[in-house]
Structure formats: structure tokens, C-alpha cells
């Protein structure tokens, strides 16, 4: 004779737990700072009527076209092509990138960050590498290295020449922006 089958006890219910009905949440003042000021995005239209964001705009513009005249040609044949090409396309980036940065007013959002020491290091620096770049480009142009890219190197370098000159104009801006604000 077999034993009879072993039926489990049948399932007791437990007494409902009490809910808590309060959340505590905590957050840094950094994260409550971000979080209160970035729930739309702005745009700030008289950026681009301001001597700095017309000149801004005309170093993107110029910039592109330093960068596309040069990789038009066997560039990379030669060292100081790419020298150019590279400053060229580097701070034109950033500078698409700080203009996005200015048009949004991102820079209200974060301010942890010393924009006007951020913006007078990039165009400081854009001003120097571009006048470096630029008189190498000018020195590399000669009808003897390579005759049917002449006109679009020595177009570059007029170019960079004046990008040059509008990120030494935004340099000029920029000191002043940092010093009134290193007065205060």
C-alpha cells in the first residue's frame, strides 16, 4: 500500500504592509540649479546683431571656405597643407560650437564655468594658430609645387588671412568682456 499523497497546507495570507506615502528626495545645487533653469531652450536673436556674433558668423563662413578650398587639392601631399587644414576644420568646429553655445544661452545654464575666461582662451588661441597657419599657407603657395591647385591655395590663404583677422577682432571682445568682469 502506497502512503497517501502529501498535500501542501493551503497558502495563509499575510496581513497587508503600511505604505509610506512620503518621498524624501535630495539633490546637489548643482542638479536643482540645472534643473531649474533648463527646462526650455532659449534663443537669443540680438546675438547675431552684435559686432561679436557677426563676426562669429564670419569666421564660420570664411573658416569653411579656407578648409573646402584646400581639401579640394592633393593636400596631403604636403605637410603644410595639412597643418592648415587641421587648424582650419579644428576651430571651425569650435566655433560652431560656441556659436550654438551663444545663440542658446547655454552659458546662463552653467555657470560654474568662467565663459568670458573660456571665450578669451579660444580666441586667443584661434587668433594665434590661424595667423601661424595663414602665413604658412601663404609661404606654401608657389606655381613650381604644383601648378593646377595654385589658384585655390593662394585663394586659402587670402582667407585665412582674414578669418585671421575676425578672430583676432573676437580676441580684442573678449579681453574686454574678461577684464570688466575680472574688475568686479
Known amino acids: 500500500?502506497?502512503?497517501p499523497p502529501v498535500v501542501p497546507p493551503p497558502p495563509q495570507e499575510q496581513p497587508p504592509r503600511p505604505r509610506s506615502h512620503t518621498v524624501t528626495t535630495t539633490s546637489s545645487s548643482f542638479t536643482a540649479n540645472l534643473s531649474a533653469s533648463s527646462s526650455t531652450l532659449a534663443y537669443d536673436r540680438e546675438f547675431?546683431?552684435?559686432?561679436?556674433?557677426?563676426l562669429m558668423v564670419t569666421e564660420i563662413v570664411l573658416g569653411l571656405l579656407v578648409w573646402t578650398l584646400i581639401a579640394g587639392t592633393e593636400y596631403f601631399l604636403y605637410p603644410a597643407f595639412g597643418w592648415v587644414m587641421f587648424v582650419a576644420v579644428f576651430y571651425w568646429?569650435?566655433?560652431?560650437?560656441?556659436?550654438?553655445?551663444y545663440m542658446t544661452m547655454t552659458y546662463t545654464r552653467i555657470p560654474q564655468v568662467p565663459w568670458t575666461t573660456?571665450?578669451?582662451?579660444?580666441?586667443?588661441?584661434?587668433?594665434?594658430?590661424?595667423?601661424?597657419?595663414?602665413?604658412?599657407?601663404?609661404?606654401s603657395v608657389t606655381k613650381e609645387l604644383?601648378?593646377?591647385?595654385y589658384?585655390?591655395?593662394?585663394?586659402?590663404?587670402?582667407?585665412?588671412?582674414?578669418?585671421?583677422?575676425?578672430?583676432?577682432?573676437n580676441t580684442y571682445f573678449s579681453f574686454i568682456s574678461w577684464r570688466s568682469r575680472t574688475l568686479q
Open 146 to 149: 604644383d601648378s593646377h591647385n
Open 93 to 101: 568646429v569650435l566655433t560652431v560650437f560656441f556659436l550654438i553655445i
Open 151 to 169: 589658384n585655390s591655395w593662394a585663394a586659402s590663404s587670402f582667407f585665412a588671412f582674414v578669418v585671421t583677422s575676425c578672430y583676432a577682432g
Open 48 to 54: 547675431l546683431r552684435t559686432l561679436p556674433g557677426l
Open 118 to 139: 573660456v571665450g578669451l582662451c579660444f580666441n586667443g588661441s584661434a587668433f594665434v594658430l590661424y595667423l601661424i597657419a595663414a602665413i604658412v599657407d601663404a609661404s
Open 1 to 3: 500500500m502506497e502512503p
